[in-house]
């Protein structure tokens, strides 16, 4: 049973950075694949981004992309995803999981328990 714990959550300004982390406890299989989600107030919760372990495959979605980057270490069962140029409209929980299948959303069977973004205009 993998463990998920994110980090690196907070208070920015708009136009600010923040970079959140999150350590597995187990092993990350090269078939897998680690995602960042988030839950905004009233919404659904939504993808943000993936990547393939095997290969570092990246994946966006189209809100983010050009503005966050993921990127894993895998010493350190790590993934991290830097977010640049925040907007108030990125203030939302942010989840880490892991997928051992691909990258639809429905994939992702292990959560984490969030850290809040919260982005002031």
């Known amino acids: 049973q993998v463990q998920l714990v994110e980090s690196g959550g907070g208070l920015v300004q708009a136009g600010g950075s923040l970079r959140l982390s999150c350590a597995a406890s187990?092993?990350?299989?090269?078939?897998?694949?680690m995602g960042w989600f988030r839950q905004a107030p009233g919404k659904e919760r939504e993808f943000v981004s993936a990547?393939?372990?095997?290969?570092?495959?990246?994946y966006y979605a189209g809100s983010v992309k050009g503005r966050f980057a993921i990127s894993r270490d895998n010493a350190k069962n790590t993934v991290y995803l830097q977010m640049n140029s925040l907007k108030p409209e990125d203030t939302a929980v942010y989840y880490c999981?892991?997928?051992?299948?691909?990258?639809?959303?429905?994939?992702?069977?292990?959560w984490g328990q969030g850290t809040q973004v919260t982005v002031s205009s």
């Open positions: 999981a892991r997928s051992t299948l691909g990258i639809d959303s429905g994939d992702f069977g292990s």
């Open positions: 187990g092993r990350i299989f090269s078939s897998y694949v």
């Open positions: 990547i393939r372990w095997s290969d570092g495959r990246t």
